[in-house]
């Protein structure tokens, strides 16, 4: 499983995480299984699916990816919709070939694209760090 360093590992100040310590080798991947999105869902939420739709633009832009270390379960708010699967979808693979949708990112998400005052989701005053020797596996 590829681990992507330097990804944000969550949403600062909130349990909402965005990645996973180690692949399970006894049942394999968490299947990425698509959420409906209802009008109604809590703003912590909503801002959770933002930043981490705002994390995979800024680590990986238009271009293709592995799903690697990502949550399935952050995953499957934007499956189908803002990230799509390149080729043929396997949801329990960890060598999945993902890839955001630009325009339906910019239709959802507007926010994320103003140029005058894009939110700030704290990546830097995170304390994350992607050298930590004890998530190295």
Known sequence: MLKHRGFPGRL???DFQFVIRRENRKKGATPILRRERFRDRK????????????????????????RGNLDAGRLGWLIGREVKAVGAFDPAD?????QVDMAVAEASFPD???A??????????????????????
Do not use: C, K
């Open 12 to 14: 600062p100040g909130t």
């Open 43 to 66: 703003p912590a939420d909503r801002r959770a699916d933002a930043g981490f739709l705002a994390a995979l633009i800024d680590h990986f832009g238009d271009q293709p990816f592995v």
């Open 94 to 98: 960890y060598e999945q070939m993902l």
């Open 112 to 114: 994320l694209f103003a």
């Open 116 to 137: 005058d005052d894009p939110p700030d989701f704290g990546w830097n005053d995170d304390g994350w760090d992607d050298d930590d020797p004890a998530d190295r596996s």
